[in-house]
Nanobody, 125 residues
Framework: VQLVESGGGLGQAGGSLRLSCVVS????????MGWFRQAPGKEREFVCA????????DYADSVKGRFTISRDNGKNTVYLQMNSLKPEDTAVYYC???????????????????WGQGTQVTVSS
């Protein structure tokens, strides 16, 4: 399974960016998907996740109400819409895939099976 993120770059505080992650190699709809991020000098942290069906989502408190995760199983793609950006959102963002049909969303990195290479998001104040 290969995951390729795109859409990162430089954003302004209060602005928006949308990340995409295209999955190839296996049936995309067999996987729950998550987004994580890692800022310089910090541990990787959970951002959000979505079930294989897209019916359920979960968000870290730090992004709740600002970020939205969605997926298009026909395009093998998961998205992260980031609004009201803050400088503290600056990080490398990773998408991850977990082979499961469970309705319980995984929020720790060790639960995921596959990872993308990451895309840098930098938010200026």
């Amino acid at each position: 399974v290969q995951l390729v993120e795109s859409g990162g770059g430089l954003g302004q505080a209060g602005g928006s960016l949308r990340l995409s992650c295209v999955v190839s190699g296996r049936t995309f709809s067999n996987y729950a998907m998550g987004w994580f991020r890692q800022a310089p000098g910090k541990e990787r942290e959970f951002v959000c996740a979505i079930t294989w069906s897209g019916y359920s989502t979960d968000y870290a408190d730090s992004v709740k109400g600002r970020f939205t995760i969605s997926r298009d199983n026909g395009k093998n793609t998961v998205y992260l819409q980031m609004n009201s950006l803050k400088p503290e959102d600056t990080a490398v963002y990773y998408c991850a895939a977990k082979a499961t049909f469970s309705r319980r969303l995984a929020t720790t990195g060790s639960e995921y099976d596959y990872w993308g290479q990451g895309t840098q998001v930098t938010v200026s104040s």
